[in-house]
């Protein structure tokens, strides 16, 4: 690419959502790149929403004829020297893709996608598509090791793939965490009506059937001890549900859906965080978790289990249906102070590698080089 001033040099990138991680990425971003960035945003709130205070200095992609518009500016005007899809889910993110191989605009793809077992129909057609489809973005970020073999597994050469180590604010998280006192978690047991001395299991997010929740409502039914709690932060449509278990069981605790330094008091005070999902691309709340220094308790089918979960170091990696598994390792973290002590430094050290900064200018220098 010929070689241009800071202010001529744009990209672009385009999001199913703004997260707060995806925010925090485009920010760090903006500071780090010596392209000029517009992000723009398929829709508000997809997955969930959002208690964002920023709405409002949001851009959304535009739809019908202002949508033919802003195509023919960015491909037939070229406004922009390279493009940034998160992922190919969207069919709006698949044209951008197919697009810019055809006006030869350089693309950019960054992903959280693993191998999953679907029907074999779709991974006919997979492995029909996706290699024709893969061999037109220039440079592929990977969440991780699983995503980075999901691409190998559809032909994608070594040579453009560049883990970007997917993330959230994990300095923001830390700098939070310090604010935080023995009072402040005595506050909030006494108000969730723990005691002192239970050993707090917490799990953050969206009540789906993917979560495996009724698995681990099962897990805990059948403790002895009364002093090892679950707690449950988050909303969906298996509500009732969890509502039930915890009406039924005293040592399920269900809190609904936090944000901001309500979800941040929940991780503080907590003992150990779990993550049991059955179908799981790559689980942020596990980076959470670490970033507070709480030991995880996650599922095989977590996409981030092989990059993030160190057995002894961080936590442990179970299978998502053997029961008797994580009765044992739930049993065994808390009735051993220590071990959950040793494992929480450990937990520290590797979220302080995993900040939205490097994976910024992970991207960044691909972007340069392209």
């Given at each position: 690419?010929?070689?241009?001033?800071?202010?001529?040099?744009?990209?672009?990138?385009?999001?199913e959502e703004p997260t707060p991680y995806v925010l925090?990425?485009?920010?760090?971003?903006?500071?780090?790149?010596?392209?000029?960035?517009?992000?723009?945003?398929?829709?508000?709130?997809?997955?969930?929403?959002?208690?964002?205070?920023?709405?409002?200095?949001?851009?959304?992609?535009?739809?019908?004829?202002?949508?033919?518009?802003?195509?023919?500016?960015?491909?037939?005007?070229?406004?922009?020297?390279?493009?940034?899809?998160?992922?190919?889910?969207?069919?709006?993110?698949?044209?951008?893709?197919?697009?810019?191989?055809?006006?030869?605009?350089?693309?950019?793809?960054?992903?959280?996608?693993?191998?999953?077992?679907?029907?074999?129909?779709?991974?006919?057609?997979?492995?029909?598509?996706?290699?024709?489809?893969?061999?037109?973005?220039?440079?592929?970020?990977?969440?991780?090791?699983?995503?980075?073999?999901?691409?190998?597994?559809?032909?994608?050469?070594?040579?453009?793939?560049?883990?970007?180590?997917?993330?959230?604010?994990?300095?923001?998280?830390?700098?939070?965490?310090?604010?935080?006192?023995?009072?402040?978690?005595?506050?909030?047991?006494?108000?969730?009506?723990?005691?002192?001395?239970?050993?707090?299991?917490?799990?953050?997010?969206?009540?789906?059937?993917?979560?495996?929740?009724?698995?681990?409502?099962?897990?805990?039914?059948?403790?002895?001890?009364?002093?090892?709690?679950?707690?449950?932060?988050?909303?969906?449509?298996?509500?009732?549900?969890?509502?039930?278990?915890?009406?039924?069981?005293?040592?399920?605790?269900?809190?609904?859906?936090?944000?901001?330094?309500?979800?941040?008091?929940?991780?503080?005070?907590?003992?150990?965080?779990?993550?049991?999902?059955?179908?799981?691309?790559?689980?942020?709340?596990?980076?959470?978790?670490?970033?507070?220094?709480?030991?995880?308790?996650?599922?095989?089918?977590?996409?981030?289990?092989?990059?993030?979960?160190?057995?002894?170091?961080?936590?442990?990696?179970?299978?998502?249906?053997?029961?008797?598994?994580?009765?044992?390792?739930?049993?065994?973290?808390?009735?051993?102070?220590?071990?959950?002590?040793s494992i929480s430094k450990r937990c520290f050290e590797?979220?302080?590698?995993?900040?939205?900064?490097?994976?910024?200018?992970?991207?960044?220098?691909?972007?340069?080089?392209?």
């Amino acid at each position: 690419m010929k070689s241009k001033s800071k202010k001529n040099k744009k990209a672009f990138m385009l999001f199913e959502e703004p997260t707060p991680y995806v925010l925090g990425l485009i920010r760090e971003l903006r500071l780090c790149s010596e392209f000029q960035i517009d992000a723009l945003f398929i829709q508000l709130n997809k997955s969930q929403t959002w208690d964002l205070d920023c709405f409002d200095t949001l851009s959304i992609l535009p739809s019908g004829f202002g949508f033919v518009a802003f195509i023919f500016r960015v491909f037939f005007f070229r406004k922009y020297n390279l493009l940034y899809l998160s992922g190919w889910g969207a069919w709006q993110c698949r044209l951008f893709l197919l697009l810019g191989g055809v006006f030869f605009i350089p693309v950019t793809v960054e992903s959280d996608t693993q191998i999953n077992k679907t029907p074999i129909w779709k991974r006919v057609i997979k492995k029909l598509f996706y290699p024709f489809m893969f061999s037109i973005p220039k440079a592929f970020f990977p969440a991780g090791t699983r995503q980075h073999a999901y691409f190998r597994n559809y032909c994608v050469r070594p040579s453009k793939l560049y883990k970007s180590h997917m993330t959230v604010n994990v300095e923001g998280i830390r700098k939070k965490s310090s604010t935080f006192s023995d009072a402040d978690r005595a506050e909030w047991r006494l108000k969730n009506n723990i005691k002192s001395d239970d050993v707090v299991f917490l799990f953050v997010g969206r009540l789906l059937p993917c979560k495996n929740l009724i698995f681990l409502f099962e897990v805990f039914s059948k403790l002895s001890s009364l002093n090892i709690k679950l707690v449950v932060v988050g909303d969906g449509e298996l509500r009732d549900e969890v509502v039930k278990y915890s009406n039924d069981y005293e040592n399920i605790i269900y809190m609904g859906k936090k944000y901001g330094i309500e979800l941040w008091r929940s991780y503080y005070s907590s003992d150990v965080c779990v993550l049991p999902s059955n179908r799981e691309q790559w689980g942020l709340v596990v980076i959470e978790a670490l970033a507070f220094g709480k030991p995880v308790l996650v599922s095989h089918d977590v996409g981030c289990a092989d990059d993030l979960v160190i057995d002894k170091g961080t936590g442990y990696v179970l299978n998502s249906s053997d029961c008797e598994a994580w009765l044992s390792k739930i049993t065994d973290l808390a009735e051993n102070q220590s071990l959950r002590k040793s494992i929480s430094k450990r937990c520290f050290e590797l979220a302080s590698k995993w900040t939205l900064c490097s994976q910024a200018m992970t991207i960044d220098k691909v972007w340069r080089e392209l």
